[in-house]
């Protein structure tokens, strides 16, 4: 009986088209074609820490590619430190024998690892792997009701006026990287303090429309000017947010749900509702 090699890699620019025809296959139920084909023209065009994948990883098998990872690398807070979002996991069934090559040549870089969009028979898979469990649900909240922040001012992020210097350097990047993305990028003024906030707009069924909050500090600052941030949005008929949590944030007008959790391995423990140059700003997920 012939025996069977497969070899893990880094994904080449020459492996992009036979990449997207796997996810398409894999993902055929909840994603399209041109779904797979934006999100790897996304990884093509943005910068990546030098070192590191643009793309993720592949196993190959006599040269057809048999399983794929995304991966997608960017630096912590402008710092050196670098976080990786596990993404789009997939291998054909007849090679799901050899996945734990796959996963093993994803995890060879000492980084942070995520994972904020597991699937619910994953979640043993992602503890045995060593993952640990940062957020346990969200809050689906109508902020224009909120108690409080409405005395803030909210504007459109705008690239000119926005570097005169008054955002933090970093801030001001993933504020212009990610309105590129498509992504609704605020800056709040309140009591002499600028806060940026980024929001991904949704749409489901029955064609609600909603947001959800991708970049922003902690709880206690959204609900500082959760009113002023809910009127914004509001205006662009997206009065509904989706909002990192571990429990029920009060005066925020929403409700939690304990499900949809979110994972990380390594050392650096991902801070709430930091979700920049994640696969939910850049593929829409």
Same mark, same amino acid.
């Given at each position: 009986?012939?025996?069977?090699?497969?070899?893990?890699? =880094?994904?080449?620019?020459? =492996?992009?088209? =036979? %990449?997207?025809?796997?996810?398409?296959?894999?993902?055929?139920?909840?994603?399209?074609?041109? #779904?797979?084909?934006?999100?790897?023209?996304?990884?093509?065009?943005?910068?990546?820490?030098?070192?590191?994948?643009?793309?993720?990883?592949?196993?190959?098998?006599?040269?057809?590619?048999?399983?794929?990872?995304?991966?997608?690398?960017?630096?912590?807070?402008?710092?050196?430190?670098?976080?990786?979002?596990?993404?789009?996991?997939?291998?054909?069934?007849?090679?799901?024998?050899?996945?734990?090559?796959?996963?093993?040549?994803?995890?060879?870089?000492? %980084?942070?690892?995520?994972?904020?969009?597991?699937?619910?028979?994953?979640?043993?898979?992602?503890?045995?792997?060593?993952?640990?469990?940062?957020?346990?649900?969200?809050?689906?909240?109508?902020?224009? #009701?909120?108690?409080?922040?409405?005395?803030?001012?909210?504007?459109?992020?705008?690239?000119?006026?926005?570097?005169?210097?008054?955002?933090?350097?970093?801030?001001?990047?993933?504020?212009?990287?990610?309105?590129?993305?498509?992504?609704?990028?605020?800056?709040?003024?309140?009591?002499?303090?600028?806060?940026?906030?980024? #929001?991904?707009?949704?749409?489901?069924?029955?064609?609600?429309?909603?947001?959800?909050?991708?970049?922003?500090?902690?709880?206690?600052?959204?609900?500082?000017?959760?009113?002023?941030?809910?009127?914004?949005?509001?205006?662009?008929?997206?009065?509904?947010?989706?909002?990192?949590?571990?429990?029920?944030?009060?005066?925020?007008?929403?409700?939690?749900?304990?499900?949809?959790?979110?994972?990380?391995?390594?050392? =650096?423990?991902?801070?709430?509702?930091?979700?920049?140059?994640?696969?939910?700003?850049?593929?829409?997920?």
């Amino acid at each position: 009986m012939p025996r069977t090699v497969v070899r893990c890699r =880094d994904i080449a620019e020459a =492996d992009v088209e =036979d %990449v997207i025809d796997l996810l398409t296959a894999g993902f055929r139920r909840q994603r399209d074609r041109a #779904f797979w084909t934006n999100a790897l023209s996304r990884l093509r065009q943005r910068s990546v820490p030098t070192g590191y994948s643009r793309y993720g990883c592949l196993m190959e098998c006599e040269g057809r590619v048999v399983g794929v990872i995304l991966q997608i690398f960017a630096p912590i807070d402008g710092s050196e430190r670098v976080r990786c979002n596990f993404s789009s996991w997939w291998v054909m069934p007849a090679y799901r024998a050899f996945g734990a090559l796959l996963v093993s040549r994803a995890f060879r870089h000492k %980084v942070t690892y995520t994972n904020i969009t597991p699937a619910p028979h994953s979640l043993p898979i992602l503890e045995a792997q060593g993952y640990r469990r940062y957020c346990s649900g969200r809050v689906i909240a109508m902020p224009m #009701f909120a108690s409080r922040g409405g005395d803030a001012v909210v504007r459109a992020f705008d690239e000119t006026r926005d570097a005169a210097g008054h955002l933090d350097p970093t801030e001001y990047q993933i504020l212009k990287d990610h309105a590129s993305y498509g992504c609704i990028c605020l800056v709040c003024e309140k009591g002499g303090k600028t806060v940026p906030f980024v #929001f991904a707009p949704r749409k489901r069924m029955l064609a609600l429309r909603f947001a959800v909050l991708v970049y922003g500090s902690a709880a206690g600052e959204f609900l500082d000017f959760a009113q002023a941030l809910g009127r914004y949005l509001a205006r662009q008929k997206l009065p509904f947010v989706v909002i990192d949590a571990n429990g029920p944030m009060p005066g925020a007008c929403g409700i939690y749900f304990s499900r949809k959790p979110k994972f990380f391995r390594g050392p =650096d423990r991902p801070r709430l509702n930091d979700h920049a140059y994640t696969e939910r700003a850049l593929f829409g997920s």
